[in-house]
């Protein structure tokens, strides 16, 4: 404290002065001086042999220079920042692997005790990960990458005092082919939070688990899932329509002549592995050989081949008789057009097609 301190108040505190003397301040020096002066500053003076001026509010009371509280100001300069925690592991936080739930946590204590806030001021935490304001819990799941974030994180008081940090997380991407999911032969590469089976024929599905080759499409009445919007056909005999093209209908589709088609269209591109066909049952309607044409958009059609020859499948005089077929080489197709090249009488026929998912 200076010997000699001069304050110059207000007219706010002047007033407050005039009214309770005793109650507000005491001057406890003796020879102290207390003026008015003109223009309604006030000066209080220490005496001649110096002094400090002290001014001690009553109960919880306090001192005001206008509208500013000087304990509360006090108290805000003399407030000391929080201090970081030495239990917190400064620096890295740890380095954890893709998908793991994490529940990690920073701390700093204010010297006044008080309540303190967490916010990231710079750097990034791995996409996932929240740091929680008021406790300083940070929680997730981690990323599924190799990657070190940085980030800075501002501890505050309730005066506003602060004090920052960088701390870091390691994250290493999960080998997700370690459980070794692909089955059949299929090779297994690993991606992020997920993996991606390469199935060896004629296996497929996630995990290649499925044989396409003997998983139908649905187009089979008994096993219905192509719907019959999805059943076309082209030169069809008499009130024959797409719809009777499936495997095991009571009758089967039936054709003019080999300009005649029947068409599936699967609602999506799939694997196709197979084909199954019976002859038309109430006569002697059936196919002794036919060829497929397949399309992804429907306008570019490619026909099934051996080598560089178009691919014949053959049918069965016993019409009801299942004939099936592998393709040699399995392809990928939304609409599939079942064409008849050598039949008996008509070309009568229905079909089921085997594959999978893609
Ligand atoms: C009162 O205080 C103001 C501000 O410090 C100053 O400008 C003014 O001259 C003072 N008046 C007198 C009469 O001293
Ligand atoms: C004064 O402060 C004390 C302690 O903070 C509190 O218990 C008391 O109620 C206060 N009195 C008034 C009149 O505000
Ligand atoms: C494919 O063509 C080859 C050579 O012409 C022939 O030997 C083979 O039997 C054909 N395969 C089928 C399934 O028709
Ligand atoms: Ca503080
Ligand atoms: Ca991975």
């Not at 994180?153 to 005066?159: M, N, Y």
């Not at 080489?329 to 999978?356: D, N, Q, W």
């Amino acid at each position: 404290m200076s010997r000699l301190l001069i304050l110059v108040f207000s007219v706010f505190i002047l007033t407050k002065f005039d009214i309770c003397t005793a109650s507000f301040f005491d001057i406890q020096y003796p020879d102290v001086f207390f003026t008015a002066e003109q223009g309604g500053n006030v000066t209080i003076r220490a005496g001649p042999n110096g002094g400090d001026i002290i001014m001690i509010p009553q109960g919880n009371g306090t001192v005001f220079i206008g509208q500013t509280d000087m304990l509360k100001l006090f108290q805000i300069v003399n407030s000391l920042p929080p201090v970081w925690s030495e239990k917190s592991p400064h620096g890295t936080l740890g380095t954890f692997l893709g998908g793991k739930s994490v529940s990690l946590s920073v701390s700093a204590q204010d010297p006044e005790n008080g309540k303190v806030t967490y916010e990231k001021v710079s750097g990034a935490l791995p996409p996932g990960i929240h740091l929680d304001k008021n406790t300083g819990a940070i929680t997730g799941r981690i990323p599924d990458v190799d990657a070190t974030y940085e980030f800075g994180i501002r501890v505050t008081d309730s005066h506003g005092k602060y004090a920052d940090q960088i701390f870091s997380i390691d994250t290493r991407e999960r080998d997700q082919c370690l459980s070794t999911p692909c089955l059949h032969g299929g090779t297994c590469s690993d991606d992020i939070d997920d993996f991606v089976c390469a199935c060896a024929k004629p296996y497929g599905g996630k995990t290649c688990n499925i044989n396409c080759g003997s998983m139908p499409v649905g187009i089979d009445l008994n096993n219905k899932k192509i719907p019959d919007a999805q059943m076309s056909c082209h030169y069809c005999y008499g009130d024959s329509a797409g719809i009777d093209g499936r495997l095991h209908a009571p009758q089967g589709w039936v054709g003019q002549n080999t300009n005649s088609w029947l068409q599936v269209d699967l609602g999506k591109e799939m694997e196709l592995h197979a084909v199954a066909n019976q002859g038309y049952t109430s006569s002697s309607y059936y196919i002794l050989t036919y060829t497929i044409k397949y399309s992804v958009d429907g306008n570019q059609f490619y026909d099934v081949k051996n080598g560089t020859t178009v691919m014949d499948f053959s049918g069965s005089s016993n019409v009801n008789s299942v004939v099936k077929h592998t393709f040699l080489t399995p392809f990928r197709a939304r609409f599939v057009k079942f064409i008849p090249k050598t039949f008996h009488s008509k070309p009568g026929m229905r079909v089921e097609l085997y594959g999978c998912d893609v």
